[in-house]
């Protein structure tokens, strides 16, 4: 009696939402799949100098994602030699975020996103390593759809990290954490990466941590820890321009010196601004 009970609310519950069969099954494959945790990576680039480029927030499939911005900033990582490229999320628009979200959406749905990404992302012959974000998340909770794991399987220069952090290590000592976190920006935009900071156990600490989400370019020497806001290739939006929020077009590239025990040495910084 319990299970015709049951059965009889899902049953109810599939056509008050008016549940499709595709929907059901992605529901169904969602709760039999957990979502990919972070690895952990050694990316032992070099024992004394490594190079690596920091971005984020590229929004393909965004009517106001900046091409030019994304193709300029792959082209100065590739001149500038770099060994990779560290992606802290919002790789893809997403999907119905807030009411009238499709109205600024060039590409509709998860595949279209993932194809865009796949063929709109510079390839400048250097591994490029990705979180996905809130936005990208978005085709999960509607569809299952974890966009990483195909972006992954479509391109061979692009390798998934996980969901919204991701924690590579430079060298045994040197620790480079990308996170994608959420929450709106503070006023002061090292608040929430100073909070971020505070709250992570000492133990649990990075060296270098990249901040994707706030749209954002910033460093800051914190409790011995190098934070970046990671910045964006998305232009202000209307929705953000309602809300006063500033859109800060570009990204990093670091040089990281290493001592012989692994530890940072000397962390030498180049900014590429977009105004």
């Avoid at 430079?170 to 994608?180: C, G, P, S, W, Y």
């Amino acid at each position: 009696m319990a299970d015709d009970k049951l059965e009889n609310k899902i049953l109810k519950v599939i056509k008050d939402k008016h549940i499709s069969h595709s929907e059901l099954n992605a529901l169904i494959d969602r709760i039999k799949t957990p979502i990919q945790k972070a690895k952990d990576n050694n990316h032992y680039w070099s024992q004394k100098h490594s190079k690596i480029a920091i971005a984020s927030d590229f929004h393909v499939g965004s009517t106001y994602k900046n091409q030019k911005v994304l193709d300029d900033m792959f082209k100065r990582f590739k001149k500038a030699g770099v060994d990779a490229v560290y992606v802290a999320g919002d790789i893809t628009e997403g999907y119905n975020m807030r009411p009238g979200h499709s109205f600024i959406c060039d590409l509709h749905g998860a595949d279209a996103q993932i194809e865009g990404v796949i063929n709109s992302v510079p390839d400048i012959n250097k591994p490029i390593y990705f979180i996905t974000g809130d936005h990208d998340y978005s085709h999960y909770k509607r569809q299952g759809v974890d966009v990483g794991k195909h972006i992954d399987a479509g391109r061979k220069d692009m390798h998934y990290l996980g969901m919204f952090e991701a924690d590579i290590n430079l060298t045994k000592n040197t620790k480079l954490r990308i996170k994608h976190p959420g929450g709106g920006v503070a006023q002061a935009f090292s608040h929430n990466l100073q909070r971020i900071v505070d709250r992570t156990k000492d133990k649990d600490k990075s060296d270098i941590l990249a901040l994707g989400h706030y749209h954002k370019l910033l460093y800051v020497d914190y409790h011995n820890v190098h934070g970046f806001l990671a910045g964006t290739t998305q232009d202000r939006t209307e929705w953000m321009n309602a809300k006063n929020i500033e859109a800060m077009l570009g990204g990093w590239i670091l040089d990281v010196y290493t001592k012989r025990n692994g530890k940072i040495d000397k962390l030498g910084m180049t900014l590429l601004p977009y105004y």
